[in-house]
């Protein structure tokens, strides 16, 4: 599956995550989202 996300990726304009925990993650599109999402999901 990583290989073939490599050959063919999604486009998209996330270039932040944060993991949320679970196997869950938060994508962001900008910094200040970003820093959002930390406080919200990095706290645990």
């Known amino acids: 599956a990583s290989v073939a996300a490599v050959m063919d990726p999604d486009e998209h304009d996330y270039f932040y995550f944060v993991a949320r925990g679970g196997g869950e993650h938060h994508f962001s599109k900008t910094l200040r989202q970003h820093n959002?999402?930390?406080?919200?999901y990095g706290q645990r």
């Open 36 to 40: 959002i999402a930390v406080r919200r």
